[in-house]
């Protein structure tokens, strides 16, 4: 089993490694055929090297950022979507470099060649890859073990990671232990689903012991020990957990990011911003703006800004309620397409230099939708640690219909481990999601306070 995991490990790095070196290849062929020999001081061979090197640098970083290599989990359209866009803000990189060193603006018209070159280069890639990957190594034996939260298979099977995942069984965590593991005999990877901490470990020995690769859904209390302090005490080892507190250095430079950021943001967008702002007025003559009281960090209430998106009267009867997408009436015209390519938000980075808000953050809640989901999820208060956030890791990676159990979750995630480095790559992974349709969802008709998940799973 180990040697058949190196193989797959090793092959598949290759791959990944030909998928960088074909997008490169165009560049390459344009820097050296056009570009190189019109810079300023045109460079000798180990420049022109160093130069297309950075290009491969870009594309790699943004690659990862993307996910755009993720055979193993992403679906063909996926891999060409986010390899396309590493490729494209690799090529605008490399476009101001070329600025640079010809020292006048260049023709831009021999990098849309390349683009288009890379886009068909990733399809091909993609397409090859994907089926090359699963002729070659099988779905993956699965079993699904459970407490309080069923249907991941389902889940997979949505998510087309049916062809890496083949779930031969689902069984509950008590039944899975009175059995003694009789269902996991022969598995090659394993899910645990909301599975209370004792039993879990239980069946993570188990799994480690047989060389079965776990995957584990956490719970609340996994994702704040996740933020623990590694110490030794008593002559004994110790793992410290507190209250989210962030370093000076971290504070302060988050905050001279926020500003700037978001002032050289309004100052490049204000002729969209003026534009949007004339159609939502000519539309039906109502407010530009919709304000709305918000939470952030500490239960501080701020106002925030929006372009309005919906009817002026779209809660006149005074009942919170969040979109349920596309099928809702309130939205206007203007508004469908502000919310799609999240404009409508834009307005927020003025709240950013106000200090209500950081670019990064748990997104603001309305006082009165938090206080139903404390109701049935206390621990939902927690996301209010740090400052909310215009983007955040739920945003990224979740939906707009992900349940607040699942939010949270991952609002924590980002809030146990705070770093500059992380807020940048979540900044550049929000670029990637807003063309996507699924991060936009409304919620269900009649789900719109529901939590979708019991408190139990804590």
Not at 80 to 101: E, G, H, K, R
Not at 292 to 303: A, V
Not at 407 to 432: H, N
Request: hydrophobic content about 45%; some cysteine; charged content about 20%.
């Amino acid at each position: 089993m180990n040697k058949n995991k190196r193989f797959h490990d090793v092959t598949l790095k290759l791959i990944k490694m030909l998928n960088a070196v074909l997008i490169t290849v165009p560049f390459a062929v344009c820097w050296m055929g056009y570009y190189a020999e019109r810079t300023y001081a045109p460079y000798y061979a180990k420049g022109n090297w160093a130069v297309i090197a950075l290009f491969l640098v870009l594309y790699t970083v943004y690659g990862n950022v993307y996910d755009a290599l993720l055979l193993q989990l992403s679906r063909i359209s996926e891999m060409i979507y986010s390899q396309s866009l590493s490729a494209l803000i690799s090529d605008a990189i490399m476009y101001i470099v070329c600025w640079l060193l010809t020292k006048h603006l260049p023709a831009v018209w021999p990098l849309l060649f390349v683009f288009a070159a890379q886009f068909l280069l990733a399809a091909a890639w993609s397409y090859m890859a994907n089926h090359w990957y699963f002729r070659s190594f099988p779905p993956k034996r699965t079993a699904v073990v459970y407490d309080m939260r069923e249907g991941l298979e389902q889940l997979l099977e949505e998510y087309g990671l049916d062809r890496r995942f083949l779930v031969e069984t689902t069984v509950n965590v008590k039944e899975c232990l009175e059995k003694q593991m009789d269902a996991l005999h022969g598995m090659e990877a394993v899910f645990l689903c909301g599975i209370h901490s004792r039993e879990r470990n239980i069946v993570l020995k188990y799994c480690v012991a047989n060389h079965i690769t776990a995957y584990v859904i956490p719970r609340i209390g996994d994702i704040l020990m996740s933020s623990a302090r590694q110490m030794h005490m008593l002559h004994l080892p110790i793992l410290q957990v507190k209250k989210y507190s962030p370093g000076f250095e971290y504070v302060v430079a988050k905050r001279f990011l926020d500003i700037v950021l978001s002032g050289v943001v309004l100052l490049i967008l204000s002729p969209l911003m003026l534009i949007v702002a004339a159609a939502i007025k000519a539309t039906d003559g109502g407010p530009v703006f919709y304000r709305q009281c918000r939470l952030t960090k500490d239960r501080k209430e701020f106002t925030v800004l929006k372009f309005r998106s919906m009817r002026v009267d779209a809660e006149g009867d005074g009942v919170a309620r969040l979109s349920t997408g596309e099928n809702d009436d309130r939205i206007t015209p203007v508004g469908r397409v502000i919310r799609k390519t999240r404009i409508d938000e834009l307005p927020q980075l003025l709240n950013i230099i106000a200090g209500d808000m950081s670019i990064v953050g748990p997104r603001p809640e309305r006082p009165e939708i938090a206080e139903q989901y404390e109701k049935e999820l206390p621990e939902f208060a927690l996301r209010l640690q740090a400052k909310a956030g215009l983007t955040g890791y739920a945003q990224v990676y979740g939906k707009y219909n992900t349940t607040p159990y699942d939010k949270l979750q991952m609002d924590l995630m980002y809030i146990a481990k705070p770093s500059i480095l992380e807020d940048f790559r979540i900044i550049f992974a929000t670029v990637k999601i807003l063309f996507t349709a699924e991060s936009t969802e409304g919620v269900r008709e009649g789900a719109a306070t529901a939590m979708e998940v019991g408190k139990d799973q804590v």
